[in-house]
C-alpha cells in the first residue's frame, strides 16, 4: 500500500503545528525545570521549538516503517520506550494516534511521575479542517474513545478543549481562550486532552495507623480494667 503523504508538511499542516506548540511551552512552563518526553507524529515540524525544561527527549514516529519505529534523540519502537519508571514531569502525544491506546498509555502511565501531566494533540474529524487533510487520511482522535483510553489506562483527564483556531482561513488569528465557541473541542482543528495520573484511595499513613491501632487497644484495655473493678465491688458488698 502506497504511502500518503505527509498533511503536516503543507502550509495548512505546518501552520496548525505552530498554532498548537504555543499549548506545548505553555504545559511546559508548569513543569519548569524538570524532564519532558515530547512523541511527534511527524517529522515535518521545521521550525524550533524550546521547552522551560531541565532536558527533552524528542521523538517522532517514522511514516515509512510499519513496526511502529520512532527516531529523533534515540532510536525505539513505541511499545519499548528505554526509559526507567517515573523519568517525566510531563509527556506530550502531538498527532501520534497510534499511542492512543489503553496498553501503550499505560506504558506511558508508568514513565510519568506521580505529580506530573499527560498533554494529548489529535486532529479533529469534526472540524472544517477535514477538507485540508481528507485526501492525506491522516489519522484523527475521535474524543470518546480517547479519554475512554486514557481512563483505562489510570488517567484522570481533567481538561478537554479545542485547539487551533476554528476557520481554516483563519489560520494565523488568535483565538480568545474565553471564547468558549471558538475553544468548544467539536469546532476547532485538533482537540487538547490534559490528563494526570488517577489518585489511588486516600488511606492513613502507617505511622497513623499505628497510633490508631495503640488507641484502640488502650481504650481496650480501660474498660476491661473497668468491668474488673465493679466485679471485685460487687464481690465486697455480696461479702
Request: glycine share 6%.
Amino acid at each position: 500500500m502506497p504511502i500518503l503523504p505527509d498533511w503536516f508538511a503543507t502550509a495548512a499542516g505546518h501552520a496548525l503545528l505552530r498554532s498548537e506548540a504555543r499549548l506545548i511551552q505553555a504545559a511546559t512552563q508548569r513543569s519548569r525545570g524538570a524532564r519532558a518526553l515530547l512523541l511527534v507524529g511527524s517529522a515535518a515540524q521545521g521550525f524550533a521549538l524550546p521547552l522551560d525544561v531541565s532536558h527533552t527527549v524528542h521523538l517522532h514516529r517514522m511514516r515509512s516503517a510499519l513496526d511502529g519505529a520512532l527516531r529523533g534523540d534515540l532510536h525505539c519502537r513505541v511499545d519499548a520506550l528505554p526509559f526507567a519508571r517515573e523519568s517525566f514531569s510531563l509527556i506530550v502525544i502531538w498527532h501520534v494516534e497510534s499511542l492512543l491506546h489503553t496498553a501503550l498509555l499505560a506504558q506511558l502511565a508508568e514513565l510519568l511521575q506521580p505529580e506530573g501531566e499527560l498533554l494529548v494533540l489529535g486532529l479533529n474529524r469534526l472540524s472544517l479542517w477535514r477538507w485540508h487533510w481528507q485526501r492525506y487520511r491522516p489519522a484523527t482522535a475521535p474524543t470518546r474513545a480517547t479519554t475512554r483510553a486514557l481512563r483505562d489506562a489510570g488517567f484522570d483527564v481533567h481538561h478537554l478543549s479545542g485547539a487551533g483556531p476554528r476557520w481554516p482561513r483563519a489560520r494565523s488569528a488568535s483565538v480568545s481562550s474565553s471564547d468558549q465557541l471558538l475553544r468548544s473541542p467539536w469546532l476547532c482543528a485538533s482537540q487538547l486532552w490534559l490528563a494526570r495520573l488517577r489518585r489511588p484511595g486516600v488511606t492513613l499513613r502507617p505511622l497513623l495507623r499505628r497510633r490508631a491501632v495503640a488507641a484502640n487497644v488502650s481504650l481496650a484495655r480501660v474498660g476491661v480494667d473497668r468491668v474488673t473493678d465493679c466485679r471485685d465491688a460487687a464481690d465486697d458488698q455480696a461479702a
